[in-house]
């Protein structure tokens, strides 16, 4: 049986990467300086180790950020303060809420706090609408990440059934009408399993791409795929090792070990769709960035 390509990330989250060095360079040079502004408000150590380096990553290619973190537990004016603050700040050019927030906070109000001209993931109503209606302003960070992997090795999608395990707003709505759009990239027939799905299998089975961003480490096994398909796993959960020392292991939703079996390419994890998803994060903040400086034609192609 021949081994699965690695679906790495890596390599095109370097190339973009570098689009974004130049990009800031050429954006200071007009005296506009990108600035990433973050809230967070969770206890969740992952989470929070994920935001650590979203600013190192912006720190690293001479983005500004302002940082508000808010206790999970804090009343949610706190939370929604936080984001009015950033939302009037000037000097911040790109806005970020982590989620999901705590069960007490009205995401949809966070959602329409953030102006749709300094949201860098589709995290805005206006945003997301665009999205759907196939002229996004900006296109969530994971999702534009799943699309540019599977373009870069080649993966067809056209006419091909594509299915989502999940159905948030962040990640798996926005894939699925991207991969279903009209055009390059797209042209796929998508369906979106959840926790409501029955036989979760029968819909994995007949995938000819399978992404899944659910959050449940072993939720799919090898027995659920056909055999040829192409494995996408989104999630990136830390599940505690016996080594009671250790901060544990990343994983996915997919057992990697039975999946490599039926799978004609699958993604590391980690090492797959995470390094991307960095990089089309700060791509999406210089774009936002430039386009508010009305400098968009300065800025170089991928």
Same mark, same amino acid.
């Given at each position: 049986?021949?081994?699965?390509?690695?679906?790495?990330?890596?390599?095109?989250?370097?190339?973009?990467?570098?689009?974004?060095?130049?990009?800031?360079?050429?954006?200071?040079?007009?005296?506009?300086?990108?600035?990433?502004? =973050?809230?967070?408000?969770?206890?969740?150590?992952?989470?929070?180790?994920?935001? @650590?380096?979203? +600013?190192?990553?912006?720190?690293?290619?001479?983005?500004?950020? &302002?940082?508000?973190?808010?206790?999970?537990?804090?009343? /949610?004016?706190?939370?929604?303060?936080?984001?009015?603050?950033?939302?009037?700040?000037?000097?911040?050019?790109?806005?970020? *809420?982590?989620?999901?927030?705590?069960?007490?906070?009205?995401?949809?109000?966070?959602?329409?706090?953030?102006? /749709?001209?300094?949201?860098?993931?589709?995290?805005?109503?206006?945003?997301?609408?665009?999205?759907?209606?196939?002229?996004?302003?900006?296109?969530?960070?994971?999702?534009?990440? *799943?699309?540019?992997?599977?373009?870069?090795? @080649?993966?067809?999608?056209?006419?091909?059934? *594509?299915?989502?395990?999940?159905?948030?707003?962040?990640?798996?709505?926005?894939?699925?009408?991207?991969?279903?759009?009209?055009?390059?990239?797209?042209?796929?027939?998508? =369906?979106?399993?959840?926790?409501?799905?029955?036989?979760?299998?029968? +819909?994995?089975?007949?995938?000819?791409?399978?992404?899944?961003?659910?959050? +449940?480490?072993?939720?799919?096994?090898?027995?659920?795929?056909?055999?040829? *398909?192409?494995? &996408?796993?989104?999630?990136?959960?830390?599940?505690?090792?016996?080594?009671?020392?250790?901060?544990?292991?990343?994983?996915?939703?997919?057992?990697?070990?039975?999946?490599?079996?039926?799978?004609?390419?699958?993604?590391?994890?980690?090492?797959?769709?995470?390094?991307? =998803?960095?990089?089309?994060?700060?791509?999406?903040?210089? @774009?936002?960035?430039?386009?508010?400086?009305?400098?968009?034609?300065?800025?170089?192609?991928?």
């Amino acid at each position: 049986m021949t081994d699965p390509t690695m679906l790495a990330g890596g390599p095109l989250a370097d190339r973009l990467t570098a689009t974004v060095e130049r990009d800031v360079a050429t954006l200071r040079n007009h005296d506009v300086v990108p600035t990433l502004g =973050t809230v967070l408000m969770t206890d969740d150590p992952t989470q929070r180790r994920f935001m @650590d380096l979203k +600013h190192e990553r912006c720190a690293s290619l001479g983005i500004e950020t &302002v940082r508000v973190d808010v206790p999970a537990d804090a009343p /949610a004016e706190r939370c929604y303060d936080a984001v009015e603050s950033l939302r009037a700040d000037d000097d911040v050019t790109a806005l970020f *809420v982590q989620v999901p927030l705590p069960d007490h906070v009205d995401e949809q109000r966070v959602r329409s706090l953030v102006p /749709a001209g300094k949201d860098v993931d589709c995290f805005t109503p206006e945003n997301l609408g665009r999205l759907v209606a196939g002229d996004p302003h900006v296109v969530p960070a994971t999702a534009a990440a *799943v699309v540019r992997l599977l373009a870069e090795y @080649d993966v067809e999608t056209a006419g091909r059934d *594509v299915v989502v395990v999940g159905r948030d707003a962040v990640i798996a709505r926005p894939l699925a009408a991207l991969l279903s759009a009209n055009g390059p990239d797209g042209d796929a027939t998508v =369906t979106l399993c959840h926790t409501a799905t029955t036989d979760l299998t029968a +819909h994995t089975r007949r995938a000819d791409v399978l992404v899944t961003a659910a959050g +449940h480490p072993g939720l799919v096994d090898g027995s659920m795929l056909g055999e040829g *398909v192409v494995v &996408v796993d989104v999630s990136a959960t830390r599940v505690q090792s016996d080594d009671s020392d250790s901060s544990g292991d990343l994983v996915g939703d997919v057992d990697a070990a039975s999946a490599r079996e039926p799978a004609s390419a699958i993604t590391p994890v980690p090492g797959g769709v995470g390094p991307l =998803t960095m990089a089309s994060l700060v791509r999406n903040v210089v @774009d936002v960035t430039g386009r508010a400086a009305g400098l968009e034609h300065v800025l170089g192609a991928e």
